[in-house]
T-cell receptor, first 116, second 114 residues
Framework: EAGVAQSPRYKIIEKRQSVAFWCNPI?????LYWYQQILGQGPKLLIQ????????DSQLPKDRFSAERLKGVDSTLKIQPAKLEDSAVYLC??????????????FGPGTRLTVT | GENVEQHPSTLSVQEGDSAVIKCTYS??????FPWYKQELGKRPQLIID?????GEKKDQRIAVTLNKTAKHFSLHITETQPEDSAVYFC?????????????FGGGTRLMVKP
């Protein structure tokens, strides 16, 4: 099966600019996650969707970050305006989550964001 | 919320030796514990996971043990090979009906010397 797709793979912007990332999960996966991975650290969950509804966004800096999954499939994550500390790899993951199984989260290749 | 501590941050072993990575978690409600391997510049990939209703799980050269009373779990890699060199992350999650909210540890960089 095709994996989780993300674009772009790399992005360089100046601080205070805006940026958007796109994710297409594995077909049929109901749950979609966005993580931020700062160099040398583990991924940190930003937001979790179940179909097109938000399950958890408690760690999303809502003053500058937003995310949507309008049709329950693709998702976009936006940062506006960007700060230097937003430099990180943004990982999208998806999971099947069916009764009795489907726990595994499959990660996309990530988008490496550099804010200068 | 959940807090996951992982040790050591770096681990160097000789090829053929065993490697052990340990994690502790804080939330007693957590009941799903996956381990991910991340090679340089690549995406994290699940290598093994364990649920709280079992104490140990093994898959070829890798095994995970869980002690719910002490709130710690460990990854064991036997007969290490150079291709095992990567960063390993543990994670913990309470199993909600709508997906897993994973909290990751800080990672262990494993280096296997030939």
């Amino acid at each position: 099966e095709a994996g989780v797709a993300q674009s772009p793979r790399y992005k360089i912007i100046e601080k205070r600019q805006s940026v958007a990332f796109w994710c297409n999960p594995i077909s049929g996966h109901a749950t979609l996650y966005w993580y931020q991975q700062i160099l040398g650290q583990g991924p940190k969950l930003l937001i979790q969707f179940q179909n097109n509804g938000v399950v958890d966004d408690s760690q999303l800096p809502k003053d500058r970050f937003s995310a949507e999954r309008l049709k329950g499939v693709d998702s976009t994550l936006k940062i506006q305006p960007a700060k230097l500390e937003d430099s990180a790899v943004y990982l999208c993951a998806s999971s099947l989550d069916r009764r009795g199984g489907g726990y595994e989260q499959y990660f996309g290749p990530g988008t490496r964001l550099t804010v200068t | 919320g959940e807090n996951v501590e992982q040790h050591p941050s770096t681990l160097s072993v000789q090829e053929g030796d065993s490697a052990v990575i340990k994690c502790t978690y804080s939330d007693s409600a957590s009941n799903y514990f996956p381990w991910y391997k991340q090679e340089l510049g690549k995406r994290p990939q699940l290598i093994i996971d364990i649920r709280s209703n079992v104490g140990e799980k093994k898959d070829q050269r890798i095994a995970v043990t869980l002690n719910k009373t002490a709130k710690h779990f460990s990854l064991h890699i036997t007969e290490t090979q150079p291709e095992d060199s990567a960063v390993y992350f543990c994670a913990a999650s309470p199993r909600y009906n709508a997906g897993n909210m994973l909290t990751f540890g800080g990672g262990t960089r494993l280096m296997v010397k030939p």
